[in-house]
């Protein structure tokens, strides 16, 4: 089993930041890839944000440039910096995380998903 918590989300300015943070815990032997997804209302869950074991990062066009994910390999955690935001930034934020897990026959991959923190960008 592996948990997720997500904290960092909030009401915003257009323009202001946030720092969303999730950290992993449970019998986790290693975390490869981590990312930062995003829902708003009404539409499909969307990759705002992806790094993976070695550090290489990825994002989308609309939010290139102005988020930056960052991981902490000893604390099993993952940020996103959110900077310039726009309403249009405005969802339920959730972390997933890959790795693998220690089970009693060895280990396990696992594939997690945070429980999701609001972020609403409103003036």
């Known amino acids: 089993q592996v948990q997720l918590v997500e904290s960092g989300g909030g009401l915003v300015q257009p323009g202001g930041s946030l720092r969303l943070s999730c950290a992993a815990s449970?019998?986790?032997?290693?975390?490869?890839?981590m990312g930062w997804y995003r829902q708003a209302p009404g539409k499909q869950r969307e990759l705002v944000a992806g790094?993976?074991?070695?550090?290489?990062?990825n994002y989308p066009d609309s939010v290139k440039g102005r988020f930056t994910i960052s991981r902490d390999n000893a604390k099993n955690t993952v940020y996103l910096q959110m900077n310039s935001l726009k309403p249009e930034d405005t969802a339920v934020y959730y972390c997933?995380?890959?790795?693998?897990?220690?089970?009693?026959?060895?280990?396990?991959?696992?594939?997690?998903w945070g429980q999701g923190t609001q972020v609403t960008v409103s003036s």
């Open positions: 790094i993976t074991s070695g550090g290489s990062t």
């Open positions: 997933n995380v890959e790795g693998l897990i220690a089970t009693i026959k060895g280990s396990t991959p696992f594939n997690s």
């Open positions: 449970g019998s986790i032997i290693l975390i490869n890839a």
